[in-house]
């Protein structure tokens, strides 16, 4: 019944290493989003699909890649992880409204820890 | 550029005093303005939302917000605060529909302390 899931939900690791997070919407939406929320709970956009296409490309390090092989997906790969990508990641969706104002439906988060 | 201003970052209230919770915008256009709650070690979830309908919000467990154009603000509030209110607040806003980005813009957030 899980509108929006992430998995993992914790993720520890060594610096240098490549990790994936996922994320699932049952919810029927076509805009997903990745966010990054630091440890004093700032919570910024990385990026943005639409229907499977690249709409928001936030100023993030290009060892973060999105991946979106349907409108019910979209993983987040992270190449040769640093010390500051310690922090929690959102996923969230939400369904195109053409007065604007939709609502943003979140996932439960991924706290990834980087050694 | 869309922003928000969260003025305080930690609030404490007493239980079943008011609650009031401080957000101010600054947009070039009508925008369209959210609170959302995020309780420990869990996602945001949507409290209300404003989108150029009634100014006064209603929301869930008895929030509601109030959008003053004059004073570009959208403060939060509840008449009486419980202990499970605990929690990190969020006022956002959002990119108006003709830019076809849907992104929102997130204040620095407010951490409600209710004390016994």
């Known amino acids: 019944d899980t509108a929006v899931s992430q998995t993992p939900k914790y993720l520890v690791t060594q610096m240098g290493n490549d990790k994936s997070i996922k994320c699932e919407q049952n919810?029927?939406?076509?805009?997903m989003y990745w966010y990054k929320q630091d440890s004093k709970k700032f919570l910024k956009i990385m990026f943005s699909?639409?229907?499977?296409?690249?709409?928001i490309n936030e100023t993030v390090p290009n060892r973060f890649s999105p991946k979106s092989p349907d409108k019910a997906h979209l993983n987040l790969h992270i190449n040769s992880l640093e010390l500051g990508d310690s922090a929690v990641y959102f996923c969230?969706?939400?369904?195109?409204?053409?007065?604007?104002?939709?609502?943003?439906?979140f996932g439960p988060g991924t706290r990834l820890l980087v050694l | 550029a869309q922003s928000v201003t969260q003025l305080g970052s930690h609030v404490s209230v007493s239980e079943g005093a008011l609650v009031l919770l401080r957000c101010n915008y600054s947009s070039s256009v009508p925008p369209y303005l959210f609170w959302y709650v995020q309780y420990p070690n869990q996602g945001l979830q949507l409290l209300l939302k404003?989108?150029?309908?009634?100014?006064l919000v209603k929301g869930i467990n008895g929030f509601e917000a109030e959008f003053k154009k004059s004073e570009t603000s959208f403060h939060l509030t509840k008449p009486s605060a419980h202990m499970s209110d605990a929690a990190e607040y969020f006022c956002a806003v959002s990119d108006p529909p003709t830019s076809g980005t849907y992104k929102y813009i997130f204040g620095t957030g407010t951490r409600l302390k209710v004390l016994a």
């Open positions: 404003y989108t150029s309908a009634a100014t």
């Open positions: 919810l029927g939406h076509d805009t």
């Open positions: 969230a969706s939400s369904q195109e409204v053409a007065s604007g104002g939709e609502t943003q439906y």
């Open positions: 699909y639409n229907n499977k296409e690249l709409i």
